[in-house]
C-alpha cells in the first residue's frame, strides 16, 4: 500500500494515544475534493487522529463520503458557499482556540487533498509526531511533493492516493505549516504563519494530490477554484487557465514513488511552469503586499 512504512522501530511496534503519548486532532476544510477525501480520512484516523470536518458547501461526493465516516468526527458542519473562503480559516482557528486546544496536545491541519508524513517512511506519521511531541519543539513545517495525473495512471483504480505515482518537489511554494502544539494554537494564515516557539529544525512532507484526472483537473480549474484569487493570493488557478496543454505531465518529467522508498527531495518538475508567478492586482479586496511580505518574513525568522 502506498505509504507503508519500509520498516518499524521496535520501540514504536503499537503505539497510540496514552497519558505519555499525544491525543491528537484533525481539521478538514473541505470542499468539491470527495474523490480523494476518503483517503485523507483514513489516513488521519489510522494515525490516531479524531477529526473535524466543516464542508464548504460541496457538491461532489464529499457528502457521501462524510455520511460514511459521520461517527468518526468529532465535529461536522456545513456551511454555506456564500461564506467567505477567506474567512474560513481564521473563523476555524477560533474554534480550536475557544473549544479544543484544551481537550487535545496536538493539532494536524492537512489541506483536504493531502497526505501528511514524518521525515522519513522509518515510522509512520503518528510515531514522527510523537518524537516531536516529547520535544522542546512546537511546530512542524512540511516538504511540499505535488502528485499529479499521467498517462500511466492505472484508471481500474479507483484511489487516488494509491493509482498515482508521479511527483515532484514543489521547493518554492509558501511554507507548509501543517503541524503543531495545541497549546500554541494562533489565529491561521492558510497555514502558511509560523506558531509560538521553535520549529521543529528537519521538516516533514506531505504528498499533495490536487490534479488527480484530466476531468477533475478542468473542474477544478473552471468551477472549484474559479474567482478564487483576491489580489496575490490564490494567482495559479488563473494561470493555469491560460495553457491547459501545459497542465498535460508526462510520467518521465517527474519522479516515481514505490510507496516504500523514502521521497526523493528533488525537484525535477517546474512547477512554476504551470503555477506562475502572482501579478499586481489593486482592487478593494486585495490583500495588502505588506501583509504577505511580512507573513514570510515571520515564517523565515523562525527558522
Known sequence: MLGTPKKRAKDYADIAPTELNPRCLCVLLCYNDGDVLEDVILHMLKN???????????????????????????????????????????????????NFINRYDWISWPDDDEILEGPDRTKTYYEHICDVYHSRYNYIQFNNFNYWFTEKDDKTIASPVQRIRHYSLFPDCPPRIRSWRASVTNIRK??????????????????HYPMRSYDQMLRRINKDRANLQRGEMNFHYNNMKKDLSKLIIKPEQLLSDDGVSDLKHRAKYNWREIYGYEEKHQNKRSLPLKWIRNLFAGVRSNE
Open 48 to 98: 490516531h487522529h479524531d477529526i473535524i470536518v466543516w464542508d464548504h458547501g460541496s457538491d461532489d461526493e464529499t457528502s457521501q463520503v462524510l455520511d460514511k465516516y459521520d461517527s468518526k468526527f468529532v465535529e461536522r458542519k456545513y456551511l454555506p458557499r456564500s461564506l467567505d473562503f477567506y474567512d474560513l480559516y481564521p473563523n476555524m482557528s477560533q474554534n480550536l482556540i475557544k
Open 190 to 207: 492558510f497555514n502558511h504563519n509560523p506558531l509560538e516557539g521553535e520549529k521543529y529544525p528537519v521538516n516533514f512532507n506531505l504528498r
